[in-house]
């Protein structure tokens, strides 16, 4: 179980440019100040990811997303608010150019995630720094359900790990939103814990 040292801790990890595996609401992942470069270089290193590839952006609070995405319009705002927190990824447009670390090629576009924390991971609410979130895996490899699956290498380098056990083990369903404001498009990317038919509902209604 996650207490609310450990998320002092882990919040203490971020700040000081440190890379930490966490428990989220689908799967392990690894964490790092989205701001920080080399943090950044140090998790993609960690997991053999290509330095090109985008990542998400996660926050532990919606309150606290909402207040750091820049400029999105009515409608997108409104359907984030049906959806978050939640096991979704949702890409928008990044009208304001926020996050650049975390958008790779495409500084146009950014990655959303807000978790649905339940019983063993709630202290993780009080963590209000944004973070850089890949999943906790070397790249190409399944996802991790508990600490015990993730590559030893990627443990030992990290300079924290969180453990809450086993998780649901199902990644992010990904959402595409970046056409919703104009016309209303939007389309599932990647299957994942989140169905079609939820989303539909808050999307359609």
């Given at each position: 179980?996650?207490?609310?040292?450990?998320?002092?801790t882990?919040?203490r990890?971020?700040?000081?440019?440190?890379?930490?595996?966490?428990?989220?609401?689908?799967?392990?992942?690894?964490?790092c100040?989205?701001?920080?470069?080399?943090?950044?270089?140090?998790?993609?290193?960690?997991?053999?990811?290509?330095?090109?590839?985008?990542s998400?952006?996660?926050?532990?609070?919606?309150?606290?997303?909402?207040?750091?995405?820049?400029?999105?319009?009515?409608?997108?705002?409104?359907?984030?608010?049906?959806?978050?927190?939640?096991?979704?990824?949702?890409?928008?447009?990044?009208?304001?150019?926020?996050?650049?670390?975390?958008?790779?090629?495409?500084?146009?576009?950014?990655?959303?995630?807000v978790?649905?924390?339940?019983?063993?991971?709630?202290a993780?609410?009080?963590?209000?720094?944004?973070?850089?979130?890949?999943?906790?895996?070397?790249?190409?490899?399944?996802d991790?359900?508990?600490?015990g699956?993730i590559?030893?290498?990627?443990?030992?380098?990290?300079?924290?790990?969180?453990?809450?056990?086993?998780?649901?083990g199902?990644?992010s369903?990904?959402?595409?939103?970046r056409?919703?404001?104009?016309?209303?498009?939007?389309?599932?990317?990647?299957?994942?814990?989140?169905?079609?038919?939820?989303?539909?509902?808050?999307?359609?209604?």
């Open positions: 179980m996650i207490t609310l040292e450990h998320a002092e882990f919040e990890c971020m700040t000081v440019g440190g890379v930490a595996v966490f428990p989220s609401d689908t799967v392990y992942g690894l964490a100040d989205v701001g920080d470069r080399r943090a950044v270089e140090n998790l993609y290193g960690l997991k053999g990811r290509r330095p090109d590839k985008p998400a952006v996660m926050f532990f609070s919606l309150e606290l997303a909402l207040g750091a995405l820049g400029d999105q319009d009515p409608y997108t705002l409104a359907a984030l608010k049906g959806l978050l927190p939640g096991a979704i990824t949702v890409l928008l447009n990044n009208h304001d150019g926020r996050y650049p670390l975390a958008c790779g090629p495409a500084p146009d576009t950014i990655g959303l995630r978790p649905a924390l339940g019983p063993e991971t709630e993780l609410r009080n963590v209000s720094w944004p973070i850089l979130q890949s999943s906790a895996n070397l790249s190409g490899a399944p991790a359900c508990s600490v699956e590559a030893p290498q990627i443990v030992d380098g990290c300079d924290l790990v969180l453990d809450a056990g086993t998780l649901p199902t990644p369903t990904v959402l595409d939103l056409g919703y404001e104009a016309d209303g498009n939007w389309k599932i990317l990647r299957e994942g814990s989140v169905p079609r038919d939820f989303i539909a509902s808050i999307l359609e209604p």
